[in-house]
């Protein structure tokens, strides 16, 4: 029989590979049960250290996005209360769950990764009146909103927020000398409050809900936007550092690139691939080393001895 053709070889060898990645991509879709299952990070928002961390969250690494059906969404102040059933959880190298969402539900933009720092849940609600409207509260969802409670901390059924994360009645959280403060706040609707654990607790990203002061803010009432759960694309699970930074190398329209990409990233990144295209030629003599004298191969050899003598007698006869 002839040998098979370079083409068709190139053909072949495409095709194992592409179902090689398939195969890979529905595995990590029925683990997450989300798609895309992985985001590449694109920002410094979420890194602990300048020349990147493993277990944070650093620009360039794969994060994988599991769904936000798949488990309930615990913020840090729960994760930090200790009267909480979820007091002690931790993701990515900091009390409370990471989630990945839509900025003001716009799927357009590049979507966003932070830590959920409070949950705001309604508390007690009304039906409108005859034009639709509420004669008190805030109008959501087709019903009025009188109260709000926020899980991990001492406000239950408020009508406005105020809450210091100073270790009191809730969890502590520094911004340098001081600690993460709201005051009077009334939210649009119930839902997530974020911050970037390396945006120094402000971020215009996250509704201007914080303010990283001290002491009791005053006429800090403004209205803010919580993420609404429908924007929510994914919580962030387990990350693969170093590998999204090939993506950011050819990322173009509003990426930054690989401009926030820690130092360290690109040298490691580079070991991992060398790594990776050595791997085989190391591995190969050891494999073949173990393989000679086991019993297979042993028995595979006395067999092709045997198969080539039959065949010399044939030619004889």
């Given at each position: 029989?002839?040998?098979?053709?370079?083409?068709?070889i190139l053909v072949r060898e495409l095709?194992?590979?592409?179902?090689?990645?398939?195969?890979?991509?529905?595995?990590?879709?029925?683990?997450?049960?989300?798609?895309?299952?992985?985001?590449?990070?694109?920002?410094?928002?979420?890194?602990?250290?300048?020349?990147?961390?493993?277990?944070?969250?650093?620009?360039?690494?794969?994060?994988?996005?599991?769904?936000?059906?798949?488990?309930?969404?615990?913020?840090?102040?729960?994760?930090?209360?200790?009267?909480?059933?979820?007091?002690?959880?931790?993701?990515?190298?900091?009390?409370?769950?990471?989630?990945i969402f839509n900025r003001y539900g716009?799927?357009?933009?590049?979507?966003?990764?932070?830590?959920?720092?409070?949950?705001?849940?309604?508390?007690?609600?009304?039906?409108?009146?005859?034009?639709?409207?509420?004669?008190?509260?805030?109008?959501?969802?087709?019903?009025?909103?009188?109260?709000?409670?926020?899980?991990?901390?001492?406000?239950?059924?408020?009508?406005?927020?105020?809450?210091?994360?100073?270790?009191?009645?809730?969890?502590?959280?520094?911004?340098?000398?001081?600690?993460?403060?709201?005051?009077?706040?009334?939210?649009?609707?119930?839902?997530?409050?974020?911050?970037?654990?390396?945006?120094?607790?402000?971020?215009?990203?996250?509704?201007?809900?914080?303010?990283?002061?001290?002491?009791?803010?005053?006429?800090?009432?403004?209205?803010?936007?919580?993420?609404?759960?429908?924007?929510?694309?994914?919580?962030?699970?387990?990350?693969?550092?170093?590998?999204?930074?090939?993506?950011?190398?050819?990322?173009?329209?509003?990426?930054?690139?690989?401009?926030?990409?820690?130092?360290?990233?690109?040298?490691?990144?580079?070991?991992?691939?060398?790594?990776?295209?050595?791997?085989?030629?190391?591995?190969?003599?050891?494999?073949?080393?173990?393989?000679?004298?086991?019993?297979?191969?042993?028995?595979?050899?006395?067999?092709?001895?045997?198969?080539?003598?039959?065949?010399?007698?044939?030619?004889?006869?």
């Amino acid at each position: 029989m002839a040998d098979k053709g370079p083409v068709i070889i190139l053909v072949r060898e495409l095709v194992l590979a592409g179902g090689m990645i398939g195969i890979l991509v529905l595995g990590m879709w029925a683990h997450t049960g989300s798609m895309p299952p992985l985001v590449v990070v694109e920002s410094k928002s979420m890194m602990h250290d300048s020349e990147g961390q493993l277990g944070a969250i650093d620009a360039g690494d794969l994060v994988l996005v599991h769904s936000p059906e798949s488990k309930t969404i615990i913020s840090y102040a729960e994760a930090t209360d200790p009267n909480n059933a979820n007091y002690g959880y931790e993701n990515h190298g900091t009390a409370g769950d990471v989630i990945i969402f839509n900025r003001y539900g716009d799927t357009d933009s590049t979507p966003i990764i932070h830590r959920v720092i409070i949950s705001i849940l309604a508390e007690r609600t009304t039906v409108t009146n005859s034009n639709g409207t509420c004669d008190e509260g805030r109008l959501y969802d087709g019903q009025c909103i009188l109260s709000w409670t926020v899980p991990g901390t001492d406000q239950y059924d408020v009508e406005n927020i105020t809450l210091s994360f100073d270790g009191n009645d809730t969890g502590m959280y520094s911004c340098g000398e001081n600690w993460l403060n709201a005051s009077e706040k009334v939210p649009l609707n119930p839902g997530y409050i974020t911050l970037g654990d390396n945006n120094n607790c402000n971020d215009s990203a996250d509704q201007s809900f914080f303010h990283p002061y001290g002491g009791v803010m005053s006429g800090h009432s403004a209205m803010v936007q919580p993420i609404k759960d429908e924007w929510v694309i994914g919580i962030a699970g387990a990350e693969i550092p170093w590998l999204g930074v090939v993506k950011l190398f050819v990322s173009g329209g509003d990426s930054p690139g690989v401009s926030q990409v820690p130092g360290s990233s690109f040298l490691f990144l580079i070991l991992a691939i060398g790594g990776i295209l050595a791997a085989p030629v190391v591995l190969e003599p050891v494999a073949r080393k173990l393989l000679v004298g086991s019993p297979e191969m042993v028995e595979a050899e006395r067999e092709d001895a045997m198969a080539a003598l039959a065949s010399v007698f044939d030619e004889e006869e």
